[in-house]
Nanobody, 122 residues
Framework: QVQLVESGGGLVQAGGSLRLSCTASGRTFSSWSMGWFRQAPGKERELTAAISWSGDSIYYVDSVKGRFTISRDNAKNTVYLQMNSLKPEDTAVYYC???????????????WGQGTQVTVSS
């Protein structure tokens, strides 16, 4: 059974940084493509960043390009989202998710973590 556990959220001032982590159970993490989503109050959940199983293919939504970096450490079964130059509009619950095999960054995503809150104050 796949379990994804996010950590690293919190309250930060605008311009600050946070690093989110998502640790997965399962012996085949290195073959999983992963994504980070976020959902702000009153808005739909959006794909924020995605990384292929090899790390060779990466996607970012336009609003975070140049500020966020997705990475992975297969030895630790963990995917990261480094968030710099945070803005109040980055405030959301952030979720990591495992993508179905043989799909592109759009998914579908088949396993989800419980989410971690990121709040950016102005």
């Amino acid at each position: 059974q796949v379990q994804l556990v996010e950590s690293g959220g919190g309250l930060v001032q605008a311009g600050g940084s946070l690093r989110l982590s998502c640790t997965a159970s399962g012996r085949t993490f290195s073959s999983w493509s992963m994504g980070w989503f976020r959902q702000a109050p009153g808005k739909e959940r959006e794909l924020t960043a995605a990384i292929s199983w090899s790390g060779d293919s990466i996607y970012y939504v336009d609003s975070v390009k140049g500020r966020f970096t997705i990475s992975r450490d297969n030895a630790k079964n963990t995917v990261y989202l480094q968030m710099n130059s945070l803005k109040p509009e980055d405030t959301a619950v952030y979720y990591c998710a495992r993508r179905a095999p043989y799909t592109n960054y759009l998914g579908p995503y088949v396993n989800w973590g419980q989410g971690t809150q990121v709040t950016v104050s102005s």
